[in-house]
């Protein structure tokens, strides 16, 4: 519901009220119901079709909008119907006069920066450089890619154009509340065939390129990898200087929802092509690993694994490194009990398939390793742990975590562990109506401690029961509260550790 004005609220307020109560009291609620409404934010600028913000005639494409925070205070003023929806709901208005006729997309998804849910979106023709002429609708469109929209229609020089944009059905909520629209030209790529290969600079990144225009002619048959249909395929070429593992990876500003890597040598420039590796990661962006010889020329080929074109989705950048080293972090050890416990670690593979372990023992030159845990080839950072048995009591033993990968070895800092048979020191116990138990002491870090309690304190230490575990707080700090409740009347308590 939008608030038309305070006054038509109070009215609605009013006669509810009326309704609703004995009579006598209806003064009172109409005094209530006068009060000054709580002020509501003000909607951004382009609101209306009179603020509409103007996209610059000569601006460098693509073009991003002014980001709009929170859209949610936008209203339907001024907005024509459209016919590509039912459910459109807030709007924000852009007016565009192009000084080049081409073919432009509009994009409010997720290459804009907008995090809203839903978004529809339409472009409309006018008649005169101002809001008072009939507009004729260009394009119309919603769920685009998922439930956000983009349009691309042909824009001719001169001529002025509106592009309103609406949230759809879902109602943003925050932080998914942003909206900004992404306006570009579609251009041909020229790495669109062999001979136009785009070469892999030093750097090892390539620019983005759009593949709205990019076409199959000239395109290899589909690679051993592929399970889809495959369409607009984007040329490559690399020569490296040294032989080794590279990782070739469309994982960085792609915006192609999923993408199949082949790569080729050849014999001579765009002459016979050997397989050389094919990567199709099912449903996301593709990455592959594969050795490569120095002085040798390959070919790297990048499809969009979807048939129809999402305007959205439709930009690919390309990475080309020698296969990095993974990174690997020490962490700590915990669940120490007198038989068990765990090592942790953080890992990233950095984008080749990785093992990690951890060797441990009671000197600094471990003697002692845990199996090798497989965590794939991502490039996010992962938590990992690993069981261990057999160390003794009040022993320092030291562990490290090591990672490798097709990039090499990686060693994590040194830490140190010991289960301990010293007794823990309470510092802090309290007991009232609302927690029976509440104590805090001092322990060994990453020890276990469990918590038991018997009505009676001369019970063997095989009578008591469990009733739970001591919190580790940091520093060598654990805390327990035992819940007042009439299923553990205890009266006398002890911590142990298993």
């Known amino acids: 519901m939008k608030y038309q004005s305070r006054s038509w609220a109070r009215r609605v307020i009013t006669q509810i009220w009326r309704r609703s109560v004995p009579l006598n009291l209806t003064h009172w609620l109409l005094r209530l119901a006068l009060l000054p409404m709580a002020s509501l934010a003000a909607p951004p600028p382009n609101d209306g079709c009179n603020g509409a913000e ?38 924000v208005w852009y007016r565009f006069s192009p000084t080049n006729s081409a073919h432009y997309t509009c994009s409010v998804g997720t290459d804009s920066g907008t995090t809203l849910p839903d978004t529809d979106i339409a472009v409309y023709e006018s008649p005169t450089a101002n809001c008072g002429g009939d507009l004729t ?3 119309c469109k919603e769920d685009e890619a998922g439930l956000l929209a983009a349009a691309r229609t042909n824009l001719v020089e001169g001529k002025t154009y509106f592009i309103v944009v609406w ?24 790495n669109d065939v062999c001979a136009g290969a785009y070469e892999i600079p030093s750097s090892g990144l390539t620019d983005p390129i759009d593949t709205t225009l990019a076409g ?21 070429r690399f020569t490296p200087t040294n032989n080794g593992p590279y ?44 050795q490569l ?35 690997v972090t020490t962490l700590s050890a915990t669940n120490l009990t007198t038989s068990s416990g765990q090592l942790t670690a953080l890992v990233n593979p950095n984008g080749s398939p990785t093992g990690i372990w951890f060797e441990w023992g009671e000197t600094p030159q471990y003697g002692m390793r845990t199996a090798v845990a497989r965590v794939g080839g991502g490039a996010t950072t992962l938590f990992t742990n690993r069981f261990i048995a057999g160390y003794g009591p009040d022993l320092v033993y030291y562990f490290r975590a090591v990672a490798t990968n097709a990039g090499g070895r990686v060693e994590g800092t040194d830490n140190t562990f010991m289960y301990s048979t010293v007794p823990p020191t309470i510092s802090a116990s309290s007991a009232g109506s609302n927690v029976i138990f ?41 805390r327990f509260n035992d819940p007042n409740t009439a299923a553990h009347p205890h009266r006398f308590y002890y911590i142990g550790s298993p």
């Open 54 to 91: 103007v996209i610059p005639a000569d601006a460098s494409f693509p073009y991003f909008t002014t980001l709009i925070p929170d859209v949610r205070e936008a209203t339907g003023r001024d907005d024509p119907s459209p016919i590509c929806t039912s459910n459109a709901n807030h709007s």
């Open 137 to 139: 609708l260009l394009a």
């Open 167 to 190: 949230t759809g059905l879902i109602e943003p909520m925050p932080p998914n509340t942003a909206l900004r629209m992404k306006v570009s030209i579609a251009v041909a790529p020229t």
């Open 216 to 236: 199959d002619v000239g395109d290899p048959p589909p690679p051993p990898c592929a399970t889809n249909g495959l369409a607009r395929g984007l040329w490559y």
């Open 247 to 290: 990782v070739i990876s469309t994982r960085d500003g792609t915006t192609v929802a999923d993408t199949l890597i082949a790569v080729y040598s050849v014999n001579v420039a765009c002459g016979t092509r050997t397989d050389v590796a094919c990567e199709d990661s099912g449903d996301g962006k593709a990455s592959v690993l594969t």
């Open 293 to 327: 010889v120095a002085g040798r020329t390959y070919y790297i080929v990048v499809w969009d694994v979807s048939e129809e074109l999402i305007l959205s989705e439709t930009t690919v950048q390309l990475r080309v490194q020698p296969a990095p080293q993974p990174m």
């Open 438 to 478: 509440s104590a805090q002491f001092e322990g060994n870090p990453g020890q276990v401690y469990q918590v038991f309690s018997s009505t009676n304190v001369t019970n063997p230490r095989g009578a008591w029961e469990v009733i739970g575990r001591a919190t580790y707080l940091g520093g060598g700090q654990f």
